[in-house]
């Protein structure tokens, strides 16, 4: 399978025109502030230079992408800097949410299996309580008994909500938050990281 369909995921890749008169080595020289922090190694070969980062630092401002290429190459107007940079933490972002769809629908499946045996112990719990306040009768208020209201259960407890625990609710909403966070993530890192190379690129 050819990886190019889908690496988009957590590739970002996209091009600049470099300022005119602006030689490749001038450009490598601009962007070097960016590239020269703790954690980060790169390799300089010809036109192109490749980066790698090891744990960087939260003020490294290309800190969610492990490694990228830049790249001078000659376009129809000029020279033009293409990129491509890969993040493992869009990646992750990504596969999230399917994670937690995949736990929604095996709380589903373990809700389905246990839902036979729950039944049975909750008809046979709610048998024994009905036998045990047979005899025990709360007194109901007569303003409430005037009005219609419904009488209290006779044990005067809350309604058991165990079967709640099956509920896949939580795991959808995380996949939601998770599937918001990758396309939010992935929308802004793509257009951050052109604006910052273009900053340095231009000297402004």
């Known amino acids: 399978m050819n990886l190019r369909f889908i690496d ?11 300022p005119a008169g602006q030689t490749g080595d001038e450009a490598f020289a601009k962007l070097q502030p960016l590239l020269r922090q703790p954690g980060t190694s790169q390799q300089r070969a010809a036109d192109a230079l490749r980066f ?3 744990d960087p630092a939260a003020q490294d401002k290309l800190a969610v992408f492990e490694n990228g290429v830049l790249q001078v190459e000659q376009g129809s107007t ?8 890969i993040s493992r933490a869009l990646l992750l972002c990504f596969l999230a949410p399917l994670l937690f769809l995949a736990f929604a ?3 589903i499946a373990v809700g389905h299996w246990q839902k036979p045996a729950a039944e049975a112990a909750e008809k046979a719990k ?27 259960d006779k044990d005067g407890k809350k309604p058991d909500r165990k079967g709640d625990r099956y509920s896949p609710t939580s795991a959808y909403v995380f996949a939601s938050f998770f599937a918001v966070l990758y396309v939010i993530g992935r929308i802004l890192e793509a257009k951050l990281v052109k604006a910052r190379l273009r900053k340095q690129l231009v000297g402004e």
């Open 52 to 54: 790698n980062k090891v």
């Open 105 to 107: 629908q095996l709380t």
């Open 78 to 85: 000029g020279l033009v800097l293409r990129y491509h940079l």
């Open 126 to 152: 709610a048998e024994k309580k009905k036998d045990a306040s047979k005899d025990r009768v709360l007194p109901m208020n007569p303003i409430d008994k005037a009005l219609g209201a419904p009488a209290p």
């Open 8 to 18: 988009w995921i957590w590739h970002v890749r996209g091009s600049l025109d470099l």
